[in-house]
């Protein structure tokens, strides 16, 4: 029986030969081969027409510079990646490779990231009302 695996991008189940390993990792890319090209075409075009950040440009999300996130996303990536709207493909704005990756696990989703937001939130009282009962 072959193992199978279903693309995050278009849902279909597909054998493991259909899947790329992940660059330096022992593991299957999430995406097919067939989705992870067409999302290689969809970049490389809105790279051709978008224009690089300045040089002294800040990630929306954590606002580290270049120097603050260098290295984040390998030594090819550069500083910032392209971030888009992976249904209707409009580019949205650079990002750092850590802040992009964050919303991409969060599959670009406000509602999970809002959900995302209230359980800090609510960890965050609770750590506190833990640091007042042993400082009594």
Same mark, same amino acid.
């Given at each position: 029986m072959e193992d199978l695996k279903v693309c995050s991008?278009?849902?279909?189940?597909?054998?493991?030969?259909?899947?790329g390993?992940?660059?330096?990792a022992n593991y299957y890319r999430n995406e097919c081969k067939d989705c992870n090209k067409e999302l290689g075409k969809v970049r490389s075009y809105l790279k051709s027409i978008t224009p690089p950040p300045a040089a002294d440009y800040i990630c929306p999300i954590c606002?580290?510079?270049?120097?603050?996130v260098k290295g984040a996303g390998g030594q090819k990536s550069g500083? =910032?990646?392209l971030d888009h709207d992976h249904k209707t493909k409009q580019f949205r704005? =650079?990002?750092c490779h850590t802040?992009?990756?964050?919303?991409g696990q969060l599959q670009d989703d406000v509602e999970n990231l809002k959900r995302a937001i209230?359980?800090?939130e609510k960890t965050i009282v609770l750590e506190e009302d833990e640091l007042k009962k042993t400082a009594r």
């Open positions: 991008k278009c849902g279909i189940k597909k054998t493991l030969e259909n899947f390993k992940s660059s330096g606002n580290k510079d270049a120097d603050q500083h =910032w990646c704005g =650079w990002l802040c992009n990756r964050a919303i209230e359980y800090l």
